[in-house]
Nanobody, 121 residues
Framework: VQLQASGGGLVQTGGSLRLSCATT????????MGWFRQAPGKDREFVAA????????YYADSVKGRFTISRENARNTVYLQMSDLTPDDTATYYC???????????????WGQGTLVTVSS
């Protein structure tokens, strides 16, 4: 499973960023996709996920109302729009994909390379 994440960078508190995760058509059309993050010295944690057909989305409590996950069929790409960022959001963000939402949230999915998000205070 090929996953290419991009979009990380440095942003000030209260700012916004959009992460992208591109994959193959086969994966995009059949897999749930999502994002995890890992801050320095902390465990990797779930952030958001979306079903293969985009009919359902899931969010960690810490990002609800601030982050939005979406899919763009024409580009086989999943996005994570992040708003109202705080220093607590600083982490390396990883794209993941799995045939099921349960597997994805259970850390059983395939992983892309991380993209670093740094939020300055």
């Amino acid at each position: 499973v090929q996953l290419q994440a991009s979009g990380g960078g440095l942003v000030q508190t209260g700012g916004s960023l959009r992460l992208s995760c591109a994959t193959t058509e086969r994966v995009f059309s059949t897999y749930a996709m999502g994002w995890f993050r890992q801050a320095p010295g902390k465990d990797r944690e779930f952030v958001a996920a979306i079903t293969y057909n985009g009919m359902a989305t899931y969010y960690a409590d810490s990002v609800k109302g601030r982050f939005t996950i979406s899919r763009e069929n024409a580009r086989n790409t999943v996005y994570l729009q992040m708003s109202d960022l705080t220093p607590d959001d600083t982490a390396t963000y990883y794209c993941t994909a799995d045939p099921s939402i349960g597997g994805l949230r259970g850390y059983f999915g395939s992983w892309g390379q991380g993209t670093l998000v740094t939020v300055s205070s």
